[in-house]
C-alpha cells in the first residue's frame, strides 16, 4: 500500500504513479494526520511512504503519525521523498524508525519536483513545472519498477554536509522557521475557508471572514499556495511570487 502526504501535490502525482505502476492501493493521510487517527492498517503488498523533504527530513507530521499507528501485514517498508534539490541524510533517520516499528528498510529515494517552499525559495511558473516533473517521471518509474519486484532502493551516497543539513541543522530550523507568524491575509481575502480547509493540522481557524493561524504549522505551504485569491503572503518573500500547485 502506498501512503502519501502532500501539501501542494507533488508527493500526490508521485504516489499516485507508482501506485498505478505497481497495482497498490494507494491513501492520502490528510485525514488521518488532521482527525488524529492513529488506528491500525494492513496491506500484504509492502508499505511505501511518500512524501515531501522538510529540512532534509521526513515532516514530523508524518514521522509522528507514522510512529503512533501500526502497520500490520507486511514488514517491508519503502520510502520516497519529494524535494526540490536535496533529502540530505534523511535515509538514516528513516531507517532508525523502521526499526523501531519492527518493519524491514528497503531503502529512501529521492525524487526531484518542482520547488513549492514559497517561504523561503523561488516557486517556478507551470512552463518550468512541468519539465521538472517530465524530467523526474523516469526516476519515479523505475522507483516503481523496482517496488513491483520487490527489490531494495539503491542507498545513495551521503556526505558530510548531508549529515549536517539533516542533523544540526533541522534540529535548529523546525523551532526557529517552522512556525505561521509570517503568514498574513490581504484585501484580496474572499473569506472562501479554503485555506482552512487544506490545513493538515487543523491550525487555521476564520474568524470575521478572515484566516487566523495557530501554533501547530507544519510549514506544507498548502494555505498560501491553493488560496483561489492569492491573498495570503509569507513576510515580503512570497510577494509576487507564483503560487505552486502540481499542474499534474
Given at each position: 500500500?502506498?501512503?502519501?502526504?502532500?501539501?501542494?501535490?507533488?508527493?500526490?502525482?508521485?504516489?499516485?504513479?507508482?501506485?498505478?505502476?505497481?497495482?497498490?492501493?494507494?491513501?492520502?493521510?490528510?485525514?488521518?494526520?488532521?482527525?488524529?487517527?492513529?488506528?491500525a492498517l494492513r496491506s500484504e503488498r509492502p508499505w511505501v511512504v511518500v512524501a515531501p523533504t522538510y529540512a532534509w527530513r521526513l515532516p514530523?507530521?508524518?514521522?509522528?503519525?507514522?510512529?503512533?499507528?501500526?502497520?500490520?501485514?507486511?514488514?517491508?517498508?519503502?520510502?520516497?521523498?519529494?524535494?526540490?534539490?536535496?533529502?540530505?541524510?534523511?535515509?538514516?533517520?528513516?531507517?532508525?524508525?523502521?526499526?523501531?516499528?519492527?518493519?524491514?528498510?528497503?531503502?529512501?529515494?529521492?525524487?526531484?519536483?518542482?520547488?513549492?517552499?514559497?517561504?523561503?525559495?523561488?516557486?517556478?511558473g507551470q512552463e518550468e513545472a512541468l519539465e521538472t516533473i517530465a524530467g523526474a517521471e523516469r526516476a519515479i518509474d523505475e522507483l516503481a519498477?523496482?517496488?513491483?519486484?520487490?527489490?531494495?532502493?539503491?542507498?545513495?551516497?551521503?556526505?558530510?554536509?548531508?549529515?549536517?543539513?539533516?542533523?544540526?541543522?533541522?534540529?535548529?530550523?523546525?523551532?526557529?522557521?517552522?512556525?505561521?507568524?509570517?503568514?498574513?491575509?490581504?484585501?484580496?481575502?474572499?473569506?472562501?475557508?479554503?485555506?482552512?480547509?487544506?490545513?493538515?493540522?487543523?491550525?487555521?481557524?476564520?474568524?470575521?471572514?478572515?484566516?487566523?493561524?495557530?501554533?501547530?504549522?507544519?510549514?506544507?505551504?498548502?494555505?498560501?499556495?491553493?488560496?483561489?485569491?492569492?491573498?495570503?503572503?509569507?513576510?515580503?518573500?512570497?510577494?509576487?511570487?507564483?503560487?505552486?500547485?502540481?499542474?499534474?
Amino acid at each position: 500500500m502506498v501512503l502519501y502526504f502532500s501539501g501542494t501535490g507533488n508527493s500526490a502525482y508521485v504516489a499516485k504513479r507508482i501506485g498505478a505502476a505497481t497495482g497498490d492501493g494507494v491513501l492520502d493521510l490528510f485525514e488521518r494526520i488532521r482527525g488524529r487517527n492513529i488506528s491500525a492498517l494492513r496491506s500484504e503488498r509492502p508499505w511505501v511512504v511518500v512524501a515531501p523533504t522538510y529540512a532534509w527530513r521526513l515532516p514530523r507530521a508524518v514521522e509522528h503519525w507514522l510512529k503512533e499507528t501500526e502497520l500490520l501485514g507486511s514488514e517491508k517498508l519503502y520510502f520516497v521523498l519529494t524535494c526540490g534539490e536535496s533529502m540530505g541524510n534523511a535515509g538514516a533517520y528513516l531507517e532508525k524508525l523502521a526499526a523501531a516499528k519492527g518493519l524491514l528498510d528497503l531503502g529512501c529515494a529521492a525524487v526531484t519536483m518542482p520547488e513549492n517552499y514559497i517561504a523561503m525559495f523561488e516557486t517556478p511558473g507551470q512552463e518550468e513545472a512541468l519539465e521538472t516533473i517530465a524530467g523526474a517521471e523516469r526516476a519515479i518509474d523505475e522507483l516503481a519498477r523496482r517496488i513491483g519486484r520487490g527489490e531494495a532502493l539503491p542507498r545513495p551516497a551521503v556526505s558530510w554536509k548531508d549529515r549536517l543539513l539533516s542533523g544540526a541543522v533541522n534540529r535548529i530550523f523546525y523551532p526557529a522557521c517552522v512556525h505561521a507568524r509570517k503568514f498574513r491575509v490581504t484585501e484580496k481575502c474572499i473569506s472562501c475557508g479554503r485555506c482552512a480547509e487544506v490545513c493538515p493540522l487543523a491550525n487555521i481557524r476564520m474568524e470575521g471572514g478572515a484566516p487566523v493561524w495557530g501554533e501547530k504549522c507544519t510549514h506544507c505551504m498548502a494555505c498560501i499556495c491553493r488560496c483561489p485569491a492569492e491573498a495570503i503572503e509569507y513576510g515580503r518573500h512570497s510577494e509576487g511570487l507564483p503560487r505552486y500547485v502540481c499542474p499534474k
